[in-house]
């Protein structure tokens, strides 16, 4: 966000690591996860493209042989969708 407010997305443990002309990213390593005790991190990611108003939400495998894997398909919680929503809405975005 742009305001120096933490964003919805700070408060749920999402970083904001891009903010460009083209686009925002946040990310989210799930610390808590019980795959890392197999050697896998998940990582999502949330991007927003500014110029064609599309969300792309996907997760990242990390493995302990240092190999990555990457799912297109996400699954978000409700407070996930509202803080997409909040960005949207930033973004001026109709919805």
Do not use: H, P
Not at 10 to 39: A, F, P
Not at 62 to 72: L, P, Q
Request: charged residues 35%; hydrophobic residues 30%.
């Amino acid at each position: 966000m742009t305001n120096g407010c933490k964003s919805e997305f700070e408060k749920l443990g999402y970083e904001q690591k891009e903010n460009s002309d083209e686009g925002i990213q946040y990310v989210k390593r799930d610390k808590d996860s019980e795959m890392q005790r197999i050697g896998m991190v998940t990582i999502k990611l949330l991007e927003f493209y500014k110029q064609s108003k599309e969300i792309c939400i996907y997760t990242t495998y990390k493995y302990r042989d240092g190999t990555e894997s990457k799912s297109e398909v996400g699954i978000i919680c409700l407070k996930e969708l509202n803080a997409i929503k909040a960005q949207a809405l930033e973004l001026g975005w109709q919805l």
